[in-house]
Nanobody
Framework: QVQLMVESGGGLVQAGGSLRLSCAASGRTFSSYHMAWFRQAPGKEREFVALITWSSATTYYADSVKGRFTISRADAKNTVYLQMNSLKPEDTAVYYC??????????????????WGQGTQVTVSS
């Protein structure tokens, strides 16, 4: 099982800039997990950003980030990435990676994920 996930790559960037987030997971079965990114802005609920299936066959994005963000994974490194381009101030949030054992269900809600990282702050200045 995936036991620990640690995000990195957050920071401060100007609007229009780019960042790449990484999430490194422990465990021997990472490749069997659907992985996702969520984000939570101050005073708001945690919201879905993107997911990638265990086989990388399918990716899915929130409408707010479609065309700007790309999720990918490197199973040999037990790592999932989120490439964020054309960043906007409204992308400012704490970004969390999440994992769930693969099934036919591709969850876009927090309740669908069993494992979470501690989060990394992304701040986009205008």
């Amino acid at each position: 099982q995936v036991q620990l996930m640690v995000e990195s790559g957050g920071g401060l960037v100007q609007a229009g800039g780019s960042l790449r987030l990484s999430c490194a997971a422990s465990g021997r079965t990472f490749s069997s997990y659907h992985m996702a990114w969520f984000r939570q802005a101050p005073g708001k609920e945690r919201e879905f950003v993107a997911l990638i299936t265990w086989s990388s066959a399918t990716t899915y994005y929130a409408d707010s980030v479609k065309g700007r963000f790309t999720i990918s994974r490197a199973d040999a490194k037990n790592t999932v990435y989120l490439q964020m381009n054309s960043l906007k101030p409204e992308d400012t949030a704490v970004y969390y990676c999440a994992g769930t054992y693969s099934s036919s269900w591709l969850p876009t809600s927090t309740s669908g994920y069993n494992y979470w990282g501690q989060g990394t702050q992304v701040t986009v200045s205008s």
